[in-house]
């Protein structure tokens, strides 16, 4: 009887618990697919209290990316290989016309995703993050520049794990201002493959999109936070980055920082169901 029990559970987890090289998946809920892509470093974790919220109405989709939490690193070009993978698991298990929810690189991805497949998708929802996020940081910035060896990459590679989490620890100080949630991310930081995370973010500057928004004809929800930049310059950001964008609806979260969800919760969610009712 020990032993039957025992195969049950696996058989249940095996139902709710996807794998493959480039990604892991966790699966709840019925109804319209809804595909959740988490920001770079992250895990699925990261839309624990919307998965519950989600998966009422939706079948709930949660990826985590390959070199981060539990799951194995591959070999680069990293971004490239997790847009294939996704685009093949979609077809295989029929989720045309789903809705795509991504944060940061996972918006960045979604935006890709919809502009190599116009007709794949039902709606799009960005959370903090660009087409081409180079652009914000680099002077002069094209993509075609972008190489994986380069001094700052074999500076972090180098790293000693002390120095490496001095560094992680910084940079949660300025993604949230929710204290209880800055080890968290500090701790994903940590672990994810050192490669992945150096080369993985190379392919993310790589990445300019910005000429292929015209080819997105499905509705566009952005859900933008102002810090550290302010309201002004975020708008223009924004403003510019999206211009070749047609069917988009802005929403600012004031006082927020790059985690939306952990800073400003009631006002994501509510803004997410909004945009989910939207036709």
């Known amino acids: 009887m020990k032993t039957k029990c025992i195969l049950v559970v696996a058989l249940v987890l095996s139902l709710n618990l996807y794998a493959q090289n480039e ?3 966790s699966i709840s809920g019925n109804g319209q697919p809804v595909l959740l892509f988490p920001g770079f470093t992250c ?12 998966s009422k109405n939706h079948r709930v989709y949660n990826f985590t990316f390959a070199g981060f939490g539990n799951v194995p690193p591959i070999e680069k070009p990293w971004l490239p290989k997790i847009k294939e993978a996704l685009e093949n698991y979609i077809a295989k298990n029929n989720l045309e016309q789903s809705v795509i ?8 991805l979604g935006l890709w995703l919809a502009s190599d497949n116009p007709d794949l998708f039902s709606k799009l929802i960005i959370i903090d993050a660009l087409p081409a996020m180079g652009a914000l940081m680099i002077p002069d910035y094209d993509s075609q520049n972008i190489q994986y060896d380069t001094p700052y990459n074999r500076k972090i590679l180098s790293m000693d794990d002390t120095a490496f989490e001095t560094m992680a620890t910084q940079m949660a100080l300025g993604m949230t201002q929710n204290t209880e949630k800055r080890q968290q991310l500090t701790d994903w930081i940590i672990k994810a493959d050192r490669k992945t995370f150096v080369y993985g973010y190379t ?18 929800t952005i859900l933008v936070a102002t810090e550290p930049y302010g309201q002004d310059i975020v708008e223009k950001n924004y403003g510019e980055q999206y211009q070749n964008l047609d069917d988009y609806s802005v929403y ?26 939207t036709k």
């Open 23 to 25: 990604f892991e998946v």
């Open 43 to 54: 895990t699925g974790e990261e839309y624990q209290d919307l998965v519950g919220e989600l």
């Open 101 to 108: 929810i991504g944060h940061s690189m996972g918006g960045t």
């Open 203 to 220: 392919d993310l500057l790589k990445l300019d999109l910005r000429p292929a928004l015209s080819k997105i004809k499905i509705s566009v």
């Open 252 to 277: 600012i979260a004031e006082g927020s920082s790059h985690f939306i969800m952990y800073d400003k919760p009631d006002w994501f969610f509510n803004h997410i169901k909004s945009a989910l009712r």
